[in-house]
């Protein structure tokens, strides 16, 4: 493998992450109700 194979690959696996953690939420709350990760970000938000 040459550095571009090696960008490539890369950029494929932090997209891969980013769908797994965006399908990850939905599952959640598909089984109880909410995201952990939403419901943080919503509480941290300012007042």
Excluded: F, H, W
């Excluded at 696996?13 to 995201?35: D, F, H, M, P, W």
């Amino acid at each position: 493998m040459d550095d571009k194979d090696l960008r490539a690959l890369d950029e494929y696996v932090l997209r891969l992450e980013g769908l797994a953690r965006k399908y990850e939420c939905e599952i959640q709350v598909i089984n109880t109700g909410s995201c952990g990760a939403l419901d943080s970000q919503r509480d941290a938000g300012p007042d």
